[in-house]
């Protein structure tokens, strides 16, 4: 039997949801539910489009309800609400906030007999998985993680916000120095500004004050204060041209000893073209997890720490034992 999924929001995880679904054999796609107007929504794979206020209507035609809106403000909301309705996953990656948003969808989904996956993807998510692991087989040592070269989408869009600022992308870059200490297993203290630079490419709107702008960049905190920080001004047509994408990845490094002395590295990294299609197919994988774990009432909020691995293959368990363990 096919799994029945629905898309909530469609921006550039909810498009990438539609393309992975359609690499999974056992899943099919029901539709996208946005706030826009319908209409105005064109599919990449011609799959439905309906009003967000339709959804409830859906409820027994969607085994699995997937949330792709943003984690300032949509998931917080939304994923309590839709768990009340739908089995569900979500992004969720405000890590500080991960388990004030896990008690809200445990409360809404248990209640009512659903089952959810929260803050699914590579960080939060198989970042998570790696930090945890590499502490279980090491447990004296230390967790790194360096994150880029990539797009920070949330800082793109915190400078975008600055007055006389038109449009910018933002790359966090890992400083070479410090992750080659940490893979030669010297168990460094580093420093935010240490571990990572963030460089700036910023269009300047006419007649905008460039310098003022660079300074409101390198010491808006929270966001660039803690770093050194790179800025460059160039034009709306370099912009599209070099930095149209949204590549990012990292790794994750746990450094430590075993009884003996001896010293050992376990590194898991990640390189990836886009961001949003990498996520989005961890949360279609997430999905299948979901859904079996309802088929056998298992009920909640849960995370990638909660589920068996296996349950995320479209293999059975008898395969993947014989092909991978």
């Avoid at 120095?177 to 500004?193: C, F, H, I, M, Q």
């Avoid at 990012?248 to 490094?253: D, M, N, R, S, T």
Wanted: net charge negative; with cysteine; glycine share 10%.
């Amino acid at each position: 039997m096919s799994i029945r999924v629905g898309i909530y929001g469609y921006g550039n995880l909810g498009r990438g949801v539609e393309l992975a679904i359609g690499q999974n054999e056992d899943m099919t796609a029901v539709g996208v539910f946005t706030r826009r107007a319908p209409e105005s929504v064109k599919t990449l794979t011609g799959i439905p489009v309906y009003a967000v206020s339709e959804i409830e209507k859906w409820k027994n035609e969607i085994d699995v309800l997937i949330l792709c809106g943003g984690s300032s403000t949509d998931l917080p909301e939304q994923t309590p609400q839709m768990a009340k309705l739908f089995n569900v996953v979500d992004s969720f990656d405000t890590h500080a906030k991960i388990p004030e948003h896990l008690k809200a969808v445990e409360e809404a989904a248990k209640s009512a007999g659903k089952t959810a996956m929260i803050s699914a993807g590579w960080d939060p998510g198989m970042f998570s998985l790696a930090r945890l692991y590499g502490g279980a087989v090491l447990p004296e040592g230390n967790d790194y993680t360096f994150w880029g070269k990539g797009v920070s989408q949330g800082h793109s869009d915190a400078i975008r916000r600055i007055e006389g600022v038109a449009d910018s992308k933002q790359y966090t870059i890992p400083v070479e120095s410090a992750l080659e200490r940490v893979r030669k297993g010297e168990n460094p203290v580093l420093t935010t500004r240490e571990k990572h630079v963030r460089e700036c490419f910023v269009v300047a709107k006419a007649g905008a004050d460039k310098t003022r702008i660079e300074n409101e960049i390198k010491t808006m905190p929270n966001y660039f204060a803690d770093y050194d920080t790179i800025v460059h001004f160039i034009s709306q047509e370099e912009l599209n041209e070099k930095h149209a994408g949204l590549p990012h990845g990292g790794v994750v490094i746990r450094s430590g000893e075993t009884g003996n002395g001896n010293k050992h590295v376990i590194e898991y990294s990640l390189k990836l073209d886009s961001n949003a299609e990498f996520t989005s197919s961890v949360l279609v994988a997430c999905a299948r997890a979901v859904y079996r774990l309802q088929k056998e009432g298992i009920f909640g909020a849960k995370t990638l720490f909660d589920v068996p691995p296996v349950y995320l293959s479209p293999k059975t368990r008898e395969e993947v034992i014989a092909k991978l363990l």
